[in-house]
């Protein structure tokens, strides 16, 4: 019996095939925006408005728009609408994606595209590459508001919709006829376990302590702090438990409402939030300070990675010297790179900032003269 099915089994040759498909998901996300917010007077040139987070192919975006001109072309932009596309996570090598924006008006008909100055129809794409977290890409020169504002009634919402097409490669795929069992499986989207925490924090549901700190309350979570930072591990389940006795405030003196914002932000999202051109710097000074302060070694990082960014006859020696006094390597290498030139170099030390450096960094401040006078061709005394 067992031989006769062996020879017949021998008698069959297995047939089977496969193809090689192009493996783009898709999908689109409307942002519903009061029409009323296009108004300059509402949201003034340089202000934006933010989406929610939102899955397509399996990474994680938000829509960033400018109702009345984003803050990189400064006067050129002011009466258009500004829209960008940001990949909102961390990725281990760039996204492809292909992507348009359409102005819909609740009436549901499509309105217009502008692309380097031409009107495209709404089958008109980009395509482009997201190198790593907060890469953006759009239109500064979307639509004018004007434009808009003509299509609904005031106070009407407007809707834009983003439709993306992210280019995965190839995979391969058994063909239909010739399909052999297989495993049942299920697409799997990335985590986004920073998405709630966030909004836990925001919601302060379950909140056990709360931070007070310049004036401001904040409710947070101990496990969830603890979990981030070994030294609210340690401040938070011992020293800090006499807190308990004031209701579970906590008080902090030695620094700004924002940045403690900030660093709580991060400790439940594992990103920074939303800043400025023109306040991002001077934050993150401060957050690196309280990032050392709290061990948090990520967070330390990314600052050091955005003040490296910032350095200018200005900053340099204050950047400098919170890169001696916190360890930073990247960031001092970066600020003596910086000064190394005899002309920035010269410029840092006629500066405000470069007294507190020598108050707070003598031995640094002495080899900075010891260089001044060696661009100069003598010794400094």
Not at 68 to 85: C, E, K, Q, T
Not at 141 to 160: A, C, H, W, Y
Request: with cysteine.
């Amino acid at each position: 019996m067992l031989a006769t099915s062996s020879a017949s089994g021998r008698g069959k040759p297995s047939r089977s095939s496969s193809a090689i498909v192009a493996d783009r998901p898709s999908g689109y996300h409307d942002l519903k925006i009061d029409s009323r917010l296009l108004d300059a007077t509402s949201v003034p040139h340089g202000e934006f408005l933010l989406s929610s987070t939102f899955t397509v192919g399996g990474h994680t975006w938000r829509i960033i728009c400018y109702p009345n001109g984003d803050r990189y072309d400064s006067d050129a932009v002011v009466g258009y609408v500004s829209i960008y596309l940001k990949l909102d996570e961390n990725v281990a090598k760039p996204v492809t994606a292909q992507v348009q924006f359409s102005v819909m008006p609740e009436k549901g008909a499509l309105f217009l595209v502008r692309w380097r100055k031409e009107v495209l129809s709404t089958k008109k794409i980009f395509v482009t590459s997201f190198a790593r977290q907060d890469s953006s890409h759009g239109y500064s020169k979307f639509t004018k508001n004007k434009d808009v504002l003509k299509t609904v009634r005031q106070g009407d919402p407007l809707t834009i919709r983003c439709h993306i097409v992210v280019f995965n490669g190839s995979r391969a795929v058994q063909s239909p006829k010739h399909k052999q069992a297989a495993a049942a499986s299920a697409h799997v989207p990335p985590s986004n376990l920073h998405t709630h925490l966030g909004d836990l924090l925001s919601s302060k549901r379950g909140a056990d302590v709360v931070f007070k700190v310049g004036g401001e309350t904040y409710p947070a979570h101990r496990c969830v702090l603890a979990a981030r930072s070994p030294v609210f591990a340690v401040e938070l389940f011992s020293s800090m438990r006499e807190s308990d006795a004031a209701g579970g405030v906590v008080h902090i003196d030695d620094m700004e409402p924002q940045v403690f914002q900030a660093l709580l932000h991060f400790a439940y999202t594992d990103t920074l939030p939303e800043m400025r051109k023109p306040e991002e710097g001077v934050l993150c000074q401060h957050l690196l300070v309280a990032a050392d302060r709290y061990d948090m070694e990520r967070l330390k990082l990314i600052c050091e990675d955005k003040l490296c960014r910032y350095i200018d006859v200005g900053t340099a020696a204050i950047i400098l010297t919170l890169a001696e006094q916190h360890r930073c390597h990247s960031l001092k290498k970066a600020s003596i790179d910086f000064l190394s030139a005899p002309a920035n170099l010269k410029a840092v030390v006629a500066s405000d900032g470069f007294e507190h450096l020598s108050t707070s960094c003598p031995s640094i401040t002495k080899d900075l003269l010891a260089m001044l006078g060696t661009s100069y061709g003598h010794a400094t005394p």
